[in-house]
């Protein structure tokens, strides 16, 4: 691509973070904020991801995508999602909540494919790894830790190929719908040797027992440990404004 292609492919879709080989992330502009819009008012998507399980309002859409994703994006911690080969804008992925734990500087990874068409065809594994090396080696971040609800198998599968492993898991009461939430919390360190960890390279990682297997009584580590431990009996109260994409 000639520079002058590349500065108005740029102009239209953002500047480009990271490119693999299904995706490429860039900052967000906003003309994606229609496309945010549509994705947020989805029920399907909300199960996935909102800890109230309801999808958002055109007015909460517009001001999430405005005054967080937009500035969050400019800073360099939140990316839109193009899949490569048209150029399609099909999604966002951000690292937010960064915070000292024991394993050092930690971020909370943040994912949703909202064109659904693009579902299971590998492009939120890539996303994912690429969000991942940019916390890693851009952000020289020593963790990155995420929520995932237990009914959401396609995500920790995702998440497992990447390398993550689970640390913990809690319960959250979603008293609006009388139901309960079972939240897996999986994290990736960096390697010891400071390096990105080869299982992102890789995209290997061992899913066996991930989807059923629900392991009892670990801890999650650091700052929110009193506030979920022991993880698997503690029960958080859903919060509205909460996410775990
Ligand atoms: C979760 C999400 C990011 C995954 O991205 P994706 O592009 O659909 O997923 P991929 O194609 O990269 O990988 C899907 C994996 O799930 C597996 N999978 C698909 N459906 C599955 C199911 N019902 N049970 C178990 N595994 C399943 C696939 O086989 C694949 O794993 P593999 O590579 O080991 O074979 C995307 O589907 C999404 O954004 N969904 C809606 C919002 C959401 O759930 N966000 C995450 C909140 S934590």
């Not at 109230?52 to 999602?81: M, N, V």
């Not at 299971?120 to 890539?126: D, F, K, N, Q, S």
């Not at 390398?163 to 898991?169: D, H, K, L, Q, S």
């Amino acid at each position: 691509m000639t520079d002058l292609a590349g500065e108005v492919v740029e102009a239209a879709q953002g500047r480009l973070v990271r490119r693999g080989d299904l995706v490429e992330l860039r900052s967000h502009v906003p003309a994606n904020r229609e496309a945010f819009q549509r994705w947020y008012a989805d029920p399907e998507i909300a199960a996935l991801l909102r800890h109230d399980q309801e999808p958002l309002t055109a007015f909460q859409s517009k001001g999430y995508f405005d005054t967080f994703i937009l500035p969050l994006s400019a800073r360099g911690w939140c990316y839109a999602i193009h899949e490569r080969a048209e150029g399609r804008l099909v999604g966002t992925t951000a690292l937010t909540d960064v915070t000292n734990r024991d394993a050092g500087r930690s971020a909370l990874f943040r994912i949703v494919i909202g064109e659904k068409d693009a579902w299971g065809r590998g492009l939120g594994t890539e996303a994912t790894r690429l969000a991942v090396e940019e916390a890693f080696e851009t952000h020289d971040l020593d963790e990155v830790r995420l929520e995932v609800f237990s009914h959401n198998p396609r995500a920790i599968a995702a998440y497992t190929r990447v390398g993550f492993v689970r640390t913990g898991e809690h319960v959250e009461w979603v008293a609006r719908r009388r139901l309960e939430l079972r939240v897996v919390e999986m994290a990736l360190a960096r390697g010891d040797d400071g390096e990105t960890p080869e299982a992102v390279f890789q995209a290997d990682g061992d899913r066996d027992g991930w989807v059923e297997g629900v392991e009892v009584g670990q801890e999650t580590e650091g700052a929110d440990r009193a506030s979920r431990s022991p993880a698997i009996e503690t029960k958080r109260r859903a919060d509205d404004s909460s996410t775990v994409e």
